[in-house]
């Protein structure tokens, strides 16, 4: 038996990877620790709840993980936890390098203390900058990082942090860098959730005015099964990205939601641009598939319409959580 700390648990990807981890390695001892800010939901955890040992808490407060790291004899880490809003980050930058920065940086003490054998770090395609939409480069796991965004800053800066405590102290890290991830339990700030429950809801989708704008997308369980590769079989100090190679403009997401509820085009509502709004992504992930065999199982296709379905039979789940969004999507221009 082994024993795993999952941080960020409750959110959309932690609590979907609580929930494969447990499905997968049942007598393993799972610690999920989330803050349960604002797009935290304890109760995405409700199915896995009598199998995970969960812990209200920051990730940034070292004696609380010094306390959890020591009593669970906790042998890995899998960071998720992250502020990951890029329209709220525009608005409140500084929350931003707290989070994902500087709690990081307090996470890695901590690991490094307790002697940790494995510090898995997720990060993001964003770290890279963005590409032109008719460029025909890819990123890979040696590009150079060009954040464009506080969001990305922060992430990128934390990367630099996961590998500094590595190269410097010997910590046994890796990464993964991860396309766009869809399915269910994401909070309905997100660009494919809140097209899907606007439009449950009769309301317009704010379509910002660069709608050509394009994103990779992954289904989140492909995802985990990616994390759980790379946990079993990759290369201490190696970083390996996640992506399938699927890239769909906002604007043709859009036109999915409204298709697949059978909408007519016109509830789309064209909004001003967020301030350094990247173009497109794309990730190599040639190197997790050769070196650990990982390849993704969800087509893009089905994955969608199985994620538009869940949300309109779960109105339960999200409609208590759209008076939390921070943000307004058509107020950039105000």
């Keep these: 038996m082994a024993s795993i700390l999952v941080t960020g648990a409750a959110g959309f990807i932690g609590s979907q990877f609580v929930r494969h981890w447990v499905g997968r390695y049942p007598d393993d001892s799972v610690v999920a620790l989330d803050a349960l800010t604002y797009a935290g939901v304890e109760a995405n955890l409700a199915d896995v709840r009598d199998w995970v040992t969960?812990?209200?808490?920051?990730?940034?407060?070292?004696?609380?993980?010094?306390?959890?790291l020591a009593e669970h004899e906790v042998e890995t880490v899998v960071n998720f936890a992250a502020e990951s809003h890029n329209s709220l980050a525009v608005l409140d930058p500084r929350r931003f390098f707290q989070t994902n920065t500087m709690g990081t940086h307090a996470l890695l003490d901590s690991c490094r203390r307790a002697g940790v054998a494995r510090f898995h770090h997720i990060s993001t395609c964003e770290v890279y900058g963005d590409l032109a939409l008719d460029d025909d480069r890819v990123f890979t796991e040696e590009s150079p990082y060009r954040p464009r965004t506080p969001y990305n800053a922060s992430k990128a800066a934390a990367d630099h942090a996961v590998r500094a405590y590595h190269e410097t102290f010997g910590l046994p890290v890796t990464i993964t860098n991860c396309a766009n991830n869809y399915g269910p339990y994401q909070f309905p700030e997100k660009v494919l959730p809140l097209f899907i429950t606007r439009s449950l809801d009769q309301e317009p989708i704010p379509v910002y005015a660069s709608k050509d704008n394009r994103r990779e997308w992954i289904h989140v369980l492909d995802h985990c099964r990616?994390?759980?590769?790379?946990?079993?079989?990759?290369r201490i100090g190696e970083t390996y990205h996640v992506g399938t190679g699927v890239e769909v403009s906002v604007d043709e997401m859009a036109d999915l939601v409204l298709a697949e509820l059978g909408l007519p085009q016109d509830r789309k509502m064209i909004v001003p641009d967020r301030p350094g709004h990247d173009r497109r992504y794309l990730l190599d992930s040639r190197k997790i598939r050769t070196e650990l065999g990982w390849s993704p199982l969800v087509d893009f296709g089905t994955g969608i319409k199985d994620t538009i379905r869940w949300y309109a039979e779960n109105r339960e789940w999200w409609a208590p959580l759209r008076g939390r969004i921070p943000v307004s999507e058509g107020a950039w221009g105000h």
């Design 226 to 234: 990616a994390v759980e590769a790379v946990l079993k079989g990759g």
């Design 54 to 68: 969960f812990v209200h808490g920051d990730m940034g407060d070292s004696a609380l993980m010094d306390r959890v």
